[in-house]
């Protein structure tokens, strides 16, 4: 699809915070397998998801600290990210992550052939992992 | 490109909170451009990107209710979200968000040919609209 000049092509940056990063890397790195870039430093890690956009883990003490080089933020609270899932694979990533000793908090059938798997990553962020698309097109 | 199956594939949803959703949706709708679908509601309201990617502005105490069909979240403080825009087009978007009233806070060269021009939304979170792709691949 040749882009419209006149949109934005799509999200690039998602950040989750949370105040243990290696709990989180252990998460997002190792339980959901993400593809780590750059080092893991006091900010926190980066991860590259196939679809070309990165999900951040940011401490959020650091992240809304002043003077950084780039403009401050940081929440407080639980955020959501939403993955989506090749084609067909929820049943073994739902499997994949009981083996890790996670919780499914919830899982749900959205009626049109999409479904989502909920759970919580180690800073109480609502984490879901979608088969196919329950939004409207 | 085929998606491996051992990996998540992309980021389907982002969410930004805000507690005044039509300043919300004036800026994403209608300075950011991005394509409202669904209806706007007490939780907030809901964009497609053209990537295939959700954002959703929601309200955080709308959002962190508990007894939601889906589990609750909802973030204090300045979040963030960056938009990649179509190559070459920053500096139109930069005219364009300031032609809207709105400050600009940071305009970085990442030095790989790549750019990002940061502001603030309504609520106060940081987002960013970058030319090219700072990130290691």
Redesign the interface.
């Known amino acids: 699809?040749s882009?419209?000049?006149?949109?934005?092509?799509?999200?690039?940056?998602?950040?989750v915070?949370g105040d243990d990063i290696e709990a989180m890397v252990g998460f997002y790195g190792t339980a959901?397998?993400?593809?780590r870039?750059?080092d893991i430093d006091e900010l926190g890690a980066?991860f590259?998801?196939?679809?070309?956009?990165?999900?951040?883990v940011f401490d959020?003490v650091q992240?809304?600290r002043p003077g950084r080089?780039?403009?401050?933020?940081?929440?407080?609270?639980?955020?959501?990210?939403?993955?989506?899932?090749?084609?067909?694979?929820l049943d073994?990533?739902r499997r994949r992550l009981v083996d890790h000793g996670l919780e499914i908090?919830?899982d749900?059938e959205w009626g049109n052939a999409s479904r989502?798997v909920?759970l919580?990553d180690p800073a109480g962020?609502?984490v879901?992992?979608?088969d196919g698309?329950p939004?409207?097109?």
């Open positions: 699809v882009p419209d000049p006149q949109q934005l092509a799509g999200v690039l940056e998602t950040v915070y959901l397998r993400l593809r870039v750059g980066s590259r998801l196939p679809s070309g956009g990165m999900l951040l959020a992240a809304a080089t780039v403009p401050s933020h940081g929440t407080d609270g639980a955020g959501h990210v939403a993955f989506s899932v090749p084609p067909g694979t073994a990533w908090e919830q749900v989502s909920y919580r962020n609502s879901e992992l979608v698309d939004w409207p097109a």
